[in-house]
């Protein structure tokens, strides 16, 4: 059974920063490129960060380009996102993902393993 369990999620100012983190298990980690999206009420899930098997390869939405560093620890089969510079519009729930193939990942309907997702709210 393969499970992404997001955590780190919280009530934070803007200009401040968060890091999230996701757990995952029931499948091969390195095997997997993986991904955070976000998703805000009313509004469809967005992509936001990407990063490849063996961390060869990162790609990043502008939105949060420069802002939001994701990274892999894969002894701990661990994901995350740094986020840096909050704004009020990264309030949202997010979502972290995996997918065993690289190509189109910044299109949501291609990641088949999804977390339930973690609540950031930015404050101005």
């Known amino acids: 059974q393969v499970q992404l369990v997001e955590s780190g999620g919280t009530l934070v100012q803007a200009g401040g920063s968060l890091r999230l983190a996701c757990k995952v298990s029931?499948?091969?980690?390195?095997?997997?490129?993986m991904g955070w999206f976000r998703q805000a009420p009313g509004k469809e899930r967005e992509f936001m960060a990407a990063h490849s098997k063996y961390g060869s390869v990162t790609d990043y939405a502008d939105s949060v380009k420069g802002r939001f560093t994701i990274s892999t620890d894969n002894t701990k089969y661990m994901v995350y996102l740094q986020m840096d510079n909050l704004k009020p519009e990264d309030t949202a729930v997010y979502y972290c993902?995996?997918?065993?193939?690289?190509?189109?990942?910044?299109?949501?309907?291609?990641?088949?393993?999804w977390g339930q997702g973690t609540q950031v709210t930015v404050s101005s």
């Open positions: 029931g499948l091969a980690f390195t095997n997997y490129n």
């Open positions: 993902a995996a997918k065993p193939t690289w190509g189109a990942v910044r299109r949501t309907n291609t990641w088949p393993h």
